[in-house]
Nanobody, 124 residues
Framework: QVKLVESGGGLVQAGGSLTLSCVVS????????MAWFRQAPGKEREFVGA????????DYEDSVKARFIISRDSAKKTVYLLMNALKPEDTAVYYC?????????????????WGRGTQVTVSS
């Protein structure tokens, strides 16, 4: 059974930082892209960033470029999202997801396993 468990969310002031973690179990992890998505109340789930199976490529949604960094540790089967210079508009539930291939893009249908999410709230 594949399981993804996110952690690290919380309440932070604008300008602060948080690091999210996502631990994966039940699959090899090393052969799949990973990504972070987020969903704010009343909005659709949106792409935040993705990382290739070997960490050799990363992509980010424009609004988080230069502020967020996605990384992975295959030995720990964990993907991370370091979020700096947080803004109130970053408030959302953040989800990690397993990609269908070695690299997957921003489209949700390219991901077949999802975590339950962790809440990030940024106060102004």
């Amino acid at each position: 059974q594949v399981k993804l468990v996110e952690s690290g969310g919380g309440l932070v002031q604008a300008g602060g930082s948080l690091t999210l973690s996502c631990v994966v179990s039940g699959l090899s992890f090393g052969n799949n892209a990973m990504a972070w998505f987020r969903q704010a109340p009343g909005k659709e789930r949106e792409f935040v960033g993705a990382i290739a199976w070997n960490g050799g490529r990363t992509d980010y949604e424009d609004s988080v470029k230069a502020r967020f960094i996605i990384s992975r540790d295959s030995a720990k089967k964990t993907v991370y999202l370091l979020m700096n210079a947080l803004k109130p508009e970053d408030t959302a539930v953040y989800y990690c997801a397993v990609g269908l291939g070695y690299y997957s893009d921003h489209r949700t249908y390219n991901y077949n396993y999802w975590g339950r999410g962790t809440q990030v709230t940024v106060s102004s």
